[in-house]
T-cell receptor
Framework: SQQGEEDPQALSIQEGENATMNCSYK?????LQWYRQNSGRGLVHLIL?????REKHSGRLRVTLDTSKKSSSLLITASRAADTASYFC????????????FGKGTMLLVSP | EPEVTQTPSHQVTQMGQEVILRCVPI?????FYWYRQILGQKVEFLVS????????KSEIFDDQFSVERPDGSNFTLKIRSTKLEDSAMYFC?????????????FGPGTRLTVL
């Protein structure tokens, strides 16, 4: 099954605008995490939301989780050119140790 | 701030050759992982390692792959006989363990090119 499918695949916005990316998954999860990847670089952990949480904030990031719809969204407010990157959601099925299942990612381009 | 490091950053090899990718996880972490990302595709789990043994592995992690923690700091991924389709970015990750939720910290990756 395809776990962690993001949409849109690509998003192009102007600096100052908000960017919203969505992620859907198929199996039950313990938590969902969002990562950022600058071109050709490593994965940077952004935020983790537990299955019993509905919303979480970190700076300009806002993540929501709807377990009934098996979906999550990542909102970046007041975007900057430096936010240009690919964004991936990753799900963890179990508590404690659990491998991550990644989606294909959304490529965000923020133009000055 | 502690971070996961990986060497080399880029490895070019001939098909059929053996390669060893090296990782130094964060020092007090207990769980270690390898993932890979073929160009333009999603990040895929390969293997996890805990208490000096493999905890879980994916279908990708066949007999050509092996992992080792040869000392207290390094965590290596060996590909015995590389194929063209092994060309990918390989990420090492580690997580603390002993917690209900374990955030995984990723290294910068090793780009493997098999010619």
């Amino acid at each position: 099954s395809q776990q962690g499918e993001e949409d849109p695949q690509a998003l192009s916005i102007q600096e100052g605008e908000n960017a919203t990316m969505n992620c859907s998954y198929k199996t039950s999860i313990n938590n969902l995490q969002w990562y950022r990847q600058n071109s050709g670089r490593g994965l940077v952990h952004l935020i983790l939301i537990r299955s019993n949480e509905r919303e979480k904030h970190s700076g300009r990031l806002r993540v929501t989780l709807d377990t009934s719809k098996k979906s999550s969204s990542l909102l970046i407010t007041a975007s900057r050119a430096a936010d240009t990157a690919s964004y991936f959601c990753a799900t963890a099925q179990r508590t404690g140790y659990s491998t991550l299942t990644f989606g294909k990612g959304t490529m965000l381009l923020v133009s000055p | 701030e502690p971070e996961v490091t990986q060497t080399p950053s880029h490895q070019v090899t001939q098909m059929g050759q053996e390669v060893i990718l090296r990782c130094v996880p964060i020092s007090n972490h207990l769980y270690f992982y390898w993932y890979r990302q073929i160009l333009g595709q999603k990040v895929e789990f390969l293997v996890s390692f805990y208490n000096n043994e493999i905890s879980e592995k994916s279908e990708i992690f066949d007999d050509q792959f092996s992992v080792e923690r040869p000392d207290g700091s390094n965590f290596t991924l060996k590909i015995r006989s590389t194929k063209l389709e092994d060309s990918a970015m390989y990420f090492c990750a580690s997580s603390p363990g002993l917690q209900l939720i374990n955030e995984q910290f990723f290294g910068p990756g090793t780009r493997l090119t098999v010619l």
